[in-house]
């Protein structure tokens, strides 16, 4: 299986997390990629068997770099993907509004987690590895 992770990290903490879970994907012997969206445009996004999308918050919603990545994504219906936002408030509706964006391009949403951070440049909360170990679990058992 290929898997493409395509992320947004302003401070780091979202990029630690995505570095820490393609480990883990690829000791799982799957073939995987990532990029951040500073990296690679929209409609260059390499063909995956699943994809991981991962922002961070600003407040409060997905930063509009994430955002409009998003919509440029060309329709890939009936690709399976899975959402990880890092935030400082858990009630955060950013896994909701990137969900309506690729909903829209007729993906079908597997798992989502949210990592809090301690403050608005971090630190990641102490258990971020437990929660990203129970998220790869979730998806590729």
């Not at 896994?95 to 993906?107: H, R, V």
Request: with cysteine; aromatic share 10%; net charge positive.
């Amino acid at each position: 299986m290929k898997v493409c992770i395509v992320y947004e990290s302003k401070y780091g903490n979202g990029k630690k997390c995505v570095e820490y879970l393609q480990n883990i994907i690829k000791a799982k012997g799957y073939d995987i990629d990532s990029f951040s969206i500073r990296e690679i445009k929209p409609n260059l996004l390499p063909e995956a068997d699943f994809y991981i999308f991962s922002s961070p918050t600003h407040i409060g919603n997905v930063p509009w770099k994430m955002r409009r990545f998003l919509k440029k994504i060309k329709p890939i219906g009936g690709i399976k993907y899975a959402l990880m936002t890092t935030c400082i408030n858990p009630d955060t509706k950013v896994i909701q509004k990137m969900e309506e964006i690729l909903s829209k391009k007729g993906m079908i949403k597997i798992s989502e987690t949210k990592i809090k951070v301690k403050g608005m440049k971090g630190p990641l909360e102490e258990k971020y590895k437990e929660k990203l170990d129970a998220f790869a679990e979730e998806i590729f058992g």
